[in-house]
């Protein structure tokens, strides 16, 4: 622990504002983690094959009170998606398919959105880094002219402020690289589940029609 505070330290002494721009690609790396693992794994996260298979006996019977309150009590991405279709259940498949797409578009941009942050602080904390590493060379070989201990000192530093550079960006990078690979992962996961389950609801509502109570659009 003390090796890495020295280390740290060491960093910012002399990264100067390269190492503080190396450090807030860092801190905005947590803040979109955080933030993104929060919408994917809990807010929009629900079991989508799960869900659907509670609420295929009220579609199948035509209870679409039972489904909207089911849909209302869940209030994740697919349940919403599917309390639009079923709002319109009674009308024709044209309407039921406007009604899901139209809230689909509200959906999965929010499933989506910042993810691609990621891979972009990744390719911003790499060229930082790469900044700092040629930043420091360039103060190596200009030392070169003086005396030989202000020579010794001044190459030192500079190697160690360009070796510092390039492990910290490298660093970051691979972070949120790995992070934007999982959450990445995870998004495509759930835009599928998505689009499998309202293609799913969409099919019960088209099949069983004759099912659908005339009270089945007052229920949203």
Avoid at 147 to 170: N, R, V
Wanted: proline content about 1%; glycine content about 10%; charged content about 20%.
């Amino acid at each position: 622990m003390e090796g890495v505070t020295e280390f740290i330290t060491e960093f910012f002494k002399v990264g100067g504002i390269i190492a503080w721009g190396i450090t807030i690609c860092l801190g905005l790396t947590f803040t979109v983690l955080i933030e993104r693992v929060v919408v994917l794994y809990f807010s929009a996260g629900a079991n989508s094959n799960s869900f659907i298979r509670g609420i295929e006996g009220a579609i199948l019977t035509g209870a679409l009170d039972k489904v909207a309150r089911q849909c209302q009590t869940e209030n994740f991405p697919l349940s919403r998606i599917i309390h639009a279709g079923v709002s319109k259940a009674t009308k024709s498949d044209e309407e039921v398919q406007a009604a899901m797409d139209e809230a689909a578009l509200r959906e999965l941009p929010r499933i989506e959105k910042r993810t691609g942050y990621l891979a972009m602080l990744a390719n911003v904390a790499t060229l930082l880094g790469l900044l700092g590493t040629i930043k420091g060379m360039i103060a190596s070989f200009s030392s070169a002219g003086g005396g030989s201990t202000d020579k010794a000192a001044a190459l030192a530093e500079g190697i160690s402020e360009a070796l510092h550079c390039t492990f910290m960006g490298l660093f970051v990078a691979v972070l949120s690289l790995l992070a934007f690979s999982i959450l990445q992962g995870r998004t495509q996961g759930l835009v599928d589940d998505i689009h499998e389950g309202s293609v799913r609801v969409m099919n019960m509502i088209v099949s069983n029609r004759n099912m659908m109570k005339t009270g089945g659009e007052k229920a949203a």
